[in-house]
């Protein structure tokens, strides 16, 4: 079978640590597409919900949701749902302030 050949982008944001607290709950053929998705997130940010789910048993993620699709998600897993909610908290006070069309890290994988 053929590898394929198309380039896939996403975001993630990061913390003041460089830890990772959120990701694009999809990926995106153009790196233009993936930047809009950001800017969408932050004018959309007053309607979004966010749902803290078990993922497993012992482990809690926590998804936002803006008008029913899911556009962010916690970027790993957490062992207490205060942990996840604290995570999620962090994400929503950087989403305001976040430069979109900021500088582009391409990471190859």
């Not at 930047?35 to 309607?47: C, D, K, N, V, W």
């Not at 993922?55 to 942990?83: C, F, Q």
């Not at 999620?88 to 190859?108: I, N, W």
């Amino acid at each position: 079978m053929a590898e394929s050949s198309t380039r896939l982008f996403t975001w993630h944001f990061l913390a003041a640590n460089n830890r990772r607290l959120a990701a694009a709950a999809r990926t995106f053929v153009h790196v233009q597409e993936c930047l809009e998705s950001i800017l969408e997130l932050q004018e959309a940010l007053p309607r979004a919900t966010v749902s803290l789910v078990q993922e497993s048993p012992g482990r809690w993620m926590w998804w936002l949701r803006i008008d029913g699709k899911k556009h962010a998600v916690s970027h790993h897993s957490y062992p207490r749902r205060v942990r996840a909610q604290l995570s999620c908290d962090a994400f929503l006070a950087l989403v305001p302030g976040t430069r979109a069309m900021g500088d582009v890290q391409v990471v190859y994988r």
